[in-house]
């Protein structure tokens, strides 16, 4: 059985904290449950490259898979059906600092 490593990064654990206990309860048992490496039980869309959604009743989760280390980039409430322009870019933004800083610590 694989076990991911898990970074959270700052916005994504201030967005999931600040949500009614149920919804925080949801999202980290299929955080988990990516961890473990099931990752078909999760209703993930992948929205640019490597760049993913979990969705999780109205609540999105931005995550990436790198190396063996899942990182949730950030987080929102969608309600429109397509993701806003602005939470992609900010997702790619956040990423490729996220791979910057990567490649200066190895």
Known sequence: MIKLGLQFLNQATNFIHS????????????????????FESAYIKTLRGPIKELI????????????????????????????PRRELEASERIYSLLMEQLRQNK
């Open 19 to 38: 949500l009614p206990e149920g919804d925080q309860l949801k999202i980290a048992m299929e955080i988990e449950s990516m961890r473990q490496g099931d």
């Open 56 to 83: 999780s009743r109205k609540n999105r989760i931005i995550f990436c898979l790198e190396g063996s280390t899942l990182y949730i980039l950030r987080g929102f409430t969608k309600k429109s059906m397509k993701t």
